[in-house]
């Protein structure tokens, strides 16, 4: 079992930035893939970023790239999601997740514990 805790989210200017953070319970972490989701109200779940157990391999959706990072530190048990230049269409509930698997994957069926979520939102 694992438990995933986000936080960092907030409310943030267009052009601004947030770090989250999702920490987890257990210590089984370093062997999950992590992913970072985010729905927007009316939208369904996508995928935002995603990295392997090691760190060695990550995943941006096309929207995202050059603007948010990935990363993770498995001696805290915890994954980051640094997203800078933050756009209003960013505005979403964030949510981390973990993959048994422990290998990049991008859709919500490949991840087996999700956090509840923190809300970001960006003002125009």
């Known amino acids: 079992q694992v438990q995933l805790v986000e936080s960092g989210g907030g409310l943030v200017q267009a052009g601004g930035s947030l770090r989250l953070s999702c920490a987890a319970s257990?210590?089984?972490?370093?062997?999950?893939?992590m992913g970072w989701f985010r729905q927007a109200p009316g939208k369904e779940r996508e995928i935002v970023a995603a990295?392997?157990?090691?760190?060695?391999?990550?995943y941006y959706a096309d929207s995202v790239k050059g603007r948010f990072t990935i990363s993770r530190d498995n001696a805290k048990n915890t994954v980051y999601l640094q997203m800078n230049s933050l756009k209003p269409e960013d505005t979403a509930v964030f949510s981390c997740?973990?993959?048994?698997?422990?290998?990049?994957?991008?859709?919500?069926?490949?991840?087996?514990?999700w956090g509840q979520g923190t809300q970001v939102t960006v003002s125009s």
């Open positions: 990295i392997n157990w090691i760190g060695g391999s990550t």
């Open positions: 997740a973990a993959g048994r698997d422990g290998e990049v994957r991008i859709s919500t069926f490949d991840y087996d514990y």
């Open positions: 257990g210590r089984t972490f370093r062997r999950y893939a």
